[in-house]
Every structure is written in structure tokens, then in C-alpha cells.
């Protein structure tokens, strides 16, 4: 049974499928994970799973998050995650979660963090037409008007303006997995996936595809 697991991006390759097919993959280095809690309806309400992942230094780790990770083991976890499930049986507290529990062919949805790009005007960060370069023009990249002309103006909630582009966090639905080397902890997913390489990032059973393709 794969519940979750998370991994860390290494980078994007290439994998030949049976045709001989150069398709496009992403490496992701996927646990091992520990066990760190398990929630139930009788103690709290509700049936979930939370799992740790990736070493950290004693000192970035407060006393309460000691006290919770010494329940399960005693190495230092620097990502937790909780994921639904409809029943805790079967699992322990302390248990590893690995690539074993997911199966080559498998679609999964693929949750992180999009790289970072600061500070981007409107042609880079919405793709916005430019003004003209030539006669006199002073309008090469300027956003041109904003709202109404009435009094008092205001500009409107949700308006595409110059900002902050990417750093925020989103998922990439129905992936495949091509391939899983459990010596190596590593998933091959067809496709690409949010990040840069040594991202943190999310992994789960795909959900089901709707009517309008799963979005």
C-alpha cells in the first residue's frame, strides 16, 4: 500500500522505452521515511500518517520536535508530512516507507515549490505584448493603463502586475513511474516536475482523474 513518500529532485534525464523512444524522466531521490506518528478516529478524530525525511543538525530542532521524534527513532528529521488514510492498521510508529511500495507503471501526482525568480515585470511574469521599439516610443515594457478612469480610481483586486515570480508551491497530476531502484532510493517519472534540483518534494498515489482531466 503507497501512501506518500518524500523525495528530492536530482535532475531530468532521458529514458528508452520499448520502441526505442528517447522520453523524458526526472530522477527523484524518494526516501527512506520514517514513520513519526499515526493518528486514529479514536484519539484524534481523524485516520492519518505522518512521515519524516531528510537528516538535519541537532541544534536547528527545537525540544518539543525531539521530544516527537524520539517517539519513532533517533535520527534528527528536518520534512514532516501527515497523510489521510482510512485506517493506521498494518503500520507502525518507527517504520520505514520506501520506493518498494509503489509499482513501475503507477501514476502518481507530484507536489513543489516552482524556482524562484525574484522580482519579474509584466512581459516575463504574464507574457504581456510589449510597445513599440521605434519612433519615439518611451513605452518598451511599461504595463500601460491599470483601471478605470473614474473617481476615485482604485486598481481592482487580482489585477497582473510586476511582482514575485514563481517560489510557490503546485502539482503536477498523473504522472508514470518508468522505473524504481530500491538499492538506489530512486523514482524515474515520466515527465517533468516543480523545482530545481535538491527541492523537496511530495509524493502520492495519483487521485482520480475526473471528467475535466483531474484538474
Known amino acids: 500500500m503507497s501512501i506518500g513518500i518524500l523525495g528530492k529532485k536530482l535532475g531530468m534525464s532521458q529514458f528508452f522505452d520499448e520502441q526505442g523512444k528517447a522520453v ?4 527523484i ?3 527512506p521515511c520514517r514513520i513519526t506518528q499515526l493518528k486514529s478516529n479514536d484519539t484524534d ?3 492519518a500518517v505522518q ?3 531528510g537528516g538535519t543538525r541537532e541544534k536547528l530542532i527545537n525540544r518539543p520536535a525531539k521530544g516527537h521524534l524520539s517517539k519513532s527513532g533517533d535520527e534528527l528529521l528536518r520534512h514532516l508530512r501527515e497523510y489521510r488514510v482510512d485506517a493506521v492498521e498494518g503500520l507502525e510508529l ?3 516507507i520506501t520506493v518498494g511500495d509503489f509499482e513501475t507503471g503507477q501514476k502518481v501526482d507530484v507536489s513543489g515549490d516552482t524556482m524562484g525568480r525574484g522580482f519579474a515585470g509584466y512581459q516575463k511574469r504574464h507574457g504581456f505584448s510589449r510597445g513599440p521599439m521605434t519612433h519615439g516610443s518611451k513605452n518598451h515594457r511599461e504595463p500601460g493603463s491599470t ?3 473614474t473617481t476615485p480610481g482604485r486598481i481592482y483586486p487580482g489585477k497582473r502586475m510586476a511582482g514575485r515570480f ?5 502539482t503536477t497530476r498523473g504522472l508514470t513511474i518508468l522505473k524504481i531502484d530500491s538499492d538506489r532510493n530512486l523514482l524515474v517519472v515520466k515527465g517533468s516536475v516543480p523545482g530545481k534540483p535538491g527541492a523537496l518534494l511530495n509524493i502520492r498515489p495519483a487521485k482520480r ?3 475535466k482531466g483531474g484538474q
Open 24 to 27: 523524458p524522466v526526472t530522477l
Open 166 to 170: 514563481g517560489g510557490k508551491k503546485i
Open 209 to 211: 482523474v475526473g471528467a
Open 29 to 31: 531521490e524518494a526516501g
Open 51 to 53: 512521515i519524516g525525511f
Open 94 to 96: 518507527g517504520g520505514a
Open 45 to 47: 478524530g481523524y485516520a
Open 147 to 149: 483601471g478605470a478612469g
